[in-house]
């Protein structure tokens, strides 16, 4: 479907073939450049007639509060430290980390390298790694303590002068959602939240963005009593993901799927997210949020009002996000809750070779809890593009395997002029978008079998981003925690998408919380058979994955 890369796309400055990377870092080290103008002194190759600008960071401080979680070592910091490696931090960069620990900077320096070591994507390279170590600071305190951010500020003030950071400060809440108003307050207080002219200040605010309508409503009245809307930045990793930003190119740089993207041609579209690990050591997050709050609430909707959007005018944030927002509010519930939801809780089995515990044995779980591990429903689009198309979105924790996928599924052909032994096993038409892993979209469609038959059964057509594009994607953090640094928003949700997919899943929430235990499925499997029979009762089945 696509062929090789090109070589002078914006996003990658760099000589094909050469150590882009390598290249980049170099140049962003060289002093008293801007970033932008090294980055475009260090590749000589890079065509003159292209006027865009690299994509790289201006001077600022990156302020990371809740460095000891899981986000924070297995994404966040790798994240970062594969910026630096590929040139597009500015040479200043500082990076501070808040929590409650009794460190020093060498402490978090420490956690950082090994978070690196552990999880960066590009390769360590000892003179990136001394160089973001260079501003590498720690602030110890707890979120309601006055005298912390106070600290804070005045260390950041002193980065300012000794980096050279100009007062540009983000601040990425990666702490439990309890703790979102508590910084916020912080940082109204201390004056952190207000830009001094010339600078700026930006908080980055993770997901779930509230538990409900109401909270995420008075979250968003809060964070914005302390930052104009245009320096909040509503995270959601998905669409930071290069598969899932490959959904607007499939569906509107080309010609091919336009025409057949709606009722007309489209049976059904299912939207998938399995996964095989369990809650780990998350269970004060995970408990009481469930499968539903956690990721359908954000990355599920996302990825189907992506899917069902019709195309903006731009992908400036507005009119992407105007998009977005007129799907999400054209969704509709079925009326009856009962048949078309279900929802699962894993018990013990057998994953990856090892046995392992319930939902209801994982440490720091109440064993009579009620959340949901899975979670599967079915929505429809008033619209006249979708009407009377379902979209069936499911999503769970220790099942068979990881995958996250999107199948469009077309109707059958309206008449097969074959003979019914032919046509036996043929199935429906579809376009599968796999979002992870094995990243890439298959086509399948019938096709005669070799030999005198007119025998017609399934085959596919593969596109594999390893097989077209030279560079392997960047992280999702990546690319996010670059826009953020750069102030670019367009793949932040808003408020308005945060509060309507709220709309959505709120009702689903108290219908389900009246409905007792969630239905245990073994670890391992594909989850609650109420799934199966929610699918079947529309004569459909869940993809096998
Ligand atoms: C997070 C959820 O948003 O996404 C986690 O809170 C989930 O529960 C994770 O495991 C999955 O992300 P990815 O990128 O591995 O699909």
Redesign the pocket.
């Known amino acids: 479907m696509t062929d090789r890369a090109d070589p002078a796309a914006p996003e990658e400055p760099a000589a094909p073939g050469a150590p882009a990377e390598e290249a980049l870092t170099v140049a962003s080290a060289v002093a008293g450049t801007s970033t932008t103008e090294a980055v475009a002194a260090a590749n000589p190759l890079r065509d003159p007639r292209d006027k865009r600008l690299p994509r790289v960071a201006g001077p600022c401080v990156m302020v990371l509060f809740g460095v000891t979680g899981d986000l924070a070592k297995r994404k966040l910091l790798p994240a970062i430290y594969d910026l630096g490696n590929r040139g597009l931090l500015p040479p200043g960069f500082s990076l501070v980390g808040f929590a409650r620990r009794d460190w020093k900077d060498q402490d978090f320096a420490q956690l950082t390298y090994e978070a690196v070591k552990a999880h960066a994507r590009t390769p360590f390279r000892e003179e990136v790694w001394k160089q973001l170590r260079e501003g590498i600071h720690f602030v110890p305190g707890e979120f309601s303590d006055d005298g912390a951010f106070d600290a804070l500020a005045m260390a950041l003030a002193e980065i300012d002068e000794t980096r050279g950071t100009g007062g540009n400060y983000a601040f990425y809440l990666s702490v439990p959602p309890k703790f979102f108003p508590v910084v916020v307050e912080q940082l109204k207080r201390t004056g952190l939240s207000d830009a001094p002219e010339g600078s700026w200040r930006r908080v980055v605010i993770e ?1 779930p963005f509230g538990h409900d309508l109401k909270s995420a409503h008075e979250l968003n009245e809060i964070t914005t009593s302390a930052f104009p809307e245009s320096s909040i930045f509503r995270i959601d ?2 669409l930071g ?1 290069e598969t899932v930003q490959n959904i607007m190119a499939l569906r509107f740089a080309n010609n091919l799927y336009e025409p057949i993207w709606n009722r007309s041609f489209v049976d059904h579209v299912q939207i998938t ?1 399995a ?1 095989d ?1 369990g809650i780990g050591g ?1 269970a004060g997050y ?1 408990d009481g949020i469930g499968a539903a709050r ?2 359908i609430q ?2 599920l909707l996302q990825l189907l009002a992506l899917v069902a959007m019709e195309d903006p005018t731009s992908f400036e944030a507005a009119s992407l996000r105007r998009e977005k927002e007129k799907v999400l509010k054209a969704v509709r519930l079925p009326a009856n809750l009962a048949l078309n939801t279900a929802r699962g809780q894993y018990a013990a089995g057998w994953q990856g070779g090892e046995k392992v515990v319930g939902y209801l044995q994982e440490e720091g779980i109440s064993p009579d809890s009620t959340t949901e591990t899975y979670a599967a429903i079915k929505l429809e689009i008033a619209n006249r593009r979708w009407a009377g198309v379902p979209f069936y979105l499911r999503t769970g924790k220790r099942l068979g395997r990881r995958v ?1 996928e999107v199948a469009v599924v077309f109707q059958r052909a309206p008449h097969l002029p074959f003979s019914a032994d032919d046509t036996e096993i043929l199935g429906q038409n579809a376009l599968v978008i796999r979002v ?1 892993p094995d990243e890439g979209i298959t086509v399948r469609f019938g096709s005669k079998v070799p030999g005198t038959a007119m025998e017609v059964r399934d085959v596919s057509m593969d596109f594999a981003y390893g097989e077209s594009f030279l560079e392997s994607s960047p992280e ?1 953090y990546e690319r996010l925690l670059l826009d953020v640094m750069i102030g670019d928003p367009p793949l932040f949700p808003h408020q308005r998408e945060v509060e309507l997919s709220w709309k959505i899943l709120d009702p689903i929430e108290e219908f389900w919380a009246t409905q007792g235990q969630p239905e245990p499925y073994e670890s391992g499997s594909w989850g609650p058979t109420s799934a199966d029979a929610m699918m079947a009762r529309d004569g459909r089945v869940w993809r096998r994955l």
Do not use: G, L, P
Request: proline fraction near 0%; glycine fraction near 0%; avoid cysteine.
């Open positions: 997901k990793h998905y993901k997210m996964e690990i998350r995970y956690d990721v954000n990355h996250t992870q999702a």
